[in-house]
């Protein structure tokens, strides 16, 4: 686990700048604080900062190079089969100098050049710089694990693990990305391939890139097809083939030079992973939990269970709402607006699980493979409620579903009744963006000032939702969301949330739920296998009943979630009205003034719950303040 950057000049007489080069390097230096590397000839220059975790030795540096020194590459991840892979290299007469997955890649690109990214099982992203073909090779892992962003500039191509990496060379246009903006306040992510800079782009999860010669080509290798499906005669022989796939997908990722442990949130899937870890594993297995003092959003008593059940070697650590003092870290470390509040939590327990281990196994992956999230439920009922006569639907349940009490808790049965009826008219795939958006076109039609809705007026970015659902190969309608989620939803902002809270710290998450195997299997299962009845998750939660407690198995979904609405009222009202209000936030021009002041009045009120809204909009600006503005500062050990 590591963090990568480079540049490849369209002239070769146009010399790297070695300095510029190690400036790249540093501001990512949390990524891989154990070596540093660069290697530069003439117009091509990589640069590496390594988190030693397969062969500790020297053998490890990076950028590597083949025997010949034609070959060289830098490296982000964990290849889990490169063992198998070695073997079958060496009978073809390839040799080793080191114990890395690293080198494994090196002899396979020489052996089926950029092809050579179909026989990776992992979390990579890595540069090959091909002296002999003068082409950059790049690639992403199938899930979207490992980060990869690039420019390209009018000299050549830059890219590195962050963007921060990137804005590192003056060079560097920072034209701001406005329906990127528009974009976030959907998502509260900005979704690849675009980034919050119109000259930056993200690569995409599954995807390769080839620069040679000025040429840019990106293209997918990999695909989830949800067609093929399996048939099995009982739902036993379904989990039986479940549990050894993911036995495997755990035991591969155990293989490590370093100390490795597990998160423990409490839910289904870490759950899974511990036990499976605690079977495979000859001593008790290190689990790291993170609470709130605010009972409604506290898991680690359901984390405890398993903790106890396993003999687990068990950490955990209270989040206050002191907590926020981190603010400035989380906004240098996400390098763009980012509004997934549960970035805290899990940047506290990453910096918790450091202190013992440098990895940690993780749940991710599971509710979007085998549908685990009550939203999957709603769509179910939405088609049952379809069936009901449009007079009765619109004429009297919705009148008296609107005259209901507000609440200001997001878990309120008639806040969510609420919600799920107001979308219900539309198309399913345009009703689903609505119960996942922060900001709904409404409301972006009340925030926006009159020049930023101009500059979004021809784009709607539910129709990013519309496309992802029209390229699913899947027949039926909950296959083709979980399709949407795996593609958008779980790359976009679950695994950035892990991997930028890790990486700050140093630290290598992996996640057997994302192994490309289990998750091919997840899509061949019929669908009432994932959601039967009224009942999420039904296979995992069939075959998992002797090894995880029934109160888990039965609980409803949490989330990782964190009480803005309280903290909003009360330790960071200041802030929030100070921050959103000042003269600077209001000359950038993107939201009403009025508008931003009556969110914030009617949440301190109670009269509604805009937290998460409020949050998003907080970010941002203080996005701007540190990239922008430069007005705020990152914090001294991180700014490299």
């Not at 289990?518 to 999420?536: H, Q």
Request: charged content about 30%; overall charge negative.
């Amino acid at each position: 686990m590591c963090g990568i950057c480079g540049n490849v000049y369209d002239s070769i007489n146009r010399g790297v700048d070695v300095e510029l080069l190690r400036s790249m390097a540093s501001v990512i230096n949390h990524r891989g604080p154990d070596d540093e590397g660069i290697y530069v000839k003439n117009n091509v220059g990589l640069a590496h900062k390594r988190l030693s975790i397969l062969d500790l030795s020297p053998a490890g540096h990076q950028p590597m190079s083949n025997e010949d020194g034609t070959i060289w590459i830098v490296f982000n991840g964990e290849i889990y089969n490169f063992l198998d892979l070695r073997d079958d290299l060496q009978k073809r007469g390839h040799t080793f100098r080191s114990r890395t997955d690293t080198e494994t890649i090196i002899h396979l690109y020489e052996e089926k050049g950029v092809e050579c990214v179909h026989d990776l099982r992992g979390m990579f992203a890595f540069a090959i710089w091909d002296e002999n073909k003068k082409r950059l090779f790049c690639a992403r892992d199938r899930a979207g694990k490992k980060p990869f962003v690039y420019a390209h500039t009018e000299d050549g191509l830059i890219f590195a693990s962050e963007l921060k990496a990137l804005l590192k060379d003056p060079a560097l246009k920072r034209n701001l990305n406005h329906t990127a903006i528009h974009n976030y306040l959907t998502y509260q992510y900005v979704p690849s391939p675009m980034s919050i800079f119109t000259s930056v782009k993200k690569l995409p999860p599954a995807h390769i890139l080839i620069y040679e010669r000025g040429d840019l080509k990106i293209k997918r290798y990999w695909n989830l097809s949800y067609q093929d499906k399996l048939q099995l005669s009982s739902v036993e022989e379904y989990g039986e083939q479940f549990r050894d796939l993911f036995e495997e997908a755990v035991k591969i990722r155990l293989r490590s030079d370093v100390p490795l442990g597990a998160f423990l949130s409490g839910g289904v899937d870490s759950s899974l992973v511990v036990a499976v870890m605690s079977r495979l594993m000859d001593q008790p297995v290190k689990t790291f939990s993170i609470g709130f003092e605010e009972e409604a959003y506290d898991e680690v008593a359901f984390a405890r269970l398993i903790a106890e059940k396993y003999k687990t070697d068990h950490h955990e650590f209270i989040v206050k709402p002191d907590a926020v003092s981190i603010l400035p870290q989380i906004v240098w470390h996400y390098n763009e607006p980012f509004a997934d509040s549960s970035a805290i939590p899990t940047y506290y327990v990453s910096k918790m699980t450091r202190d013992f281990v440098t990895v940690a196994l993780n749940g991710d992956g599971g509710d979007e493979s085998f549908a685990g999230y009550e939203r999957y439920l709603a769509d179910k009922l939405a088609d049952y409620y379809r069936r009901v006569p449009p007079f009765m639907r619109e004429g009297i349940i919705r009148r008296i579903v609107d005259k209901l009490p507000h609440s200001t808790n997001r878990r309120n049965f008639f806040r969510r009744l609420k919600r799920f009826v107001k979308g219900i008219s539309e198309p399913p795939e345009r009703r689903y963006v609505r119960w996942i958006c922060f900001f709904d076109n409404e409301m972006k039609g009340d925030l926006y000032t009159p020049s930023f809705k101009d500059l979004n007026r021809e784009y709607d970015s539910v129709d990013l939702t519309v496309k992802w659902y029209e390229r699913a190969d899947a027949e039926q309608f909950l296959d083709r969301t979980l399709f949407v989620d795996v593609m958008s939803y779980l790359p976009e902002d679950l695994l950035v949330k892990v991997d930028i809270a890790s990486m700050a710290h140093s630290l290598e998450a992996r996640s057997p739920f994302l192994d490309h195997k289990v998750m091919e299997f997840a899509a061949s299962l019929p669908p009432n296998l994932k959601l039967r009845g009224m009942e999420t998750k039904f296979l995992l939660k069939h075959t998992l009943s002797d090894i995880v407690p029934q109160e888990i198995l039965q609980r409803k979904k949490m989330g990782f979630g964190v009480p803005l609405d309280v903290w909003f009222r009360n330790d960071l009202k200041e802030m929030a009205y100070d921050v959103l209000l000042d003269q600077k936030s209001i000359e950038r021009g993107y939201f009403r003034k009025e508008y931003v002041s009556k969110m914030l009045d009617e949440h301190v009120s109670k009269q509604y719950d805009h937290s998460y809204r409020i949050w998003a909009l907080l970010f941002l600006e203080l996005w701007h303040k540190m990239f922008v503005d430069v007005t705020l500062s990152p914090p001294v050990n991180d700014c490299g």
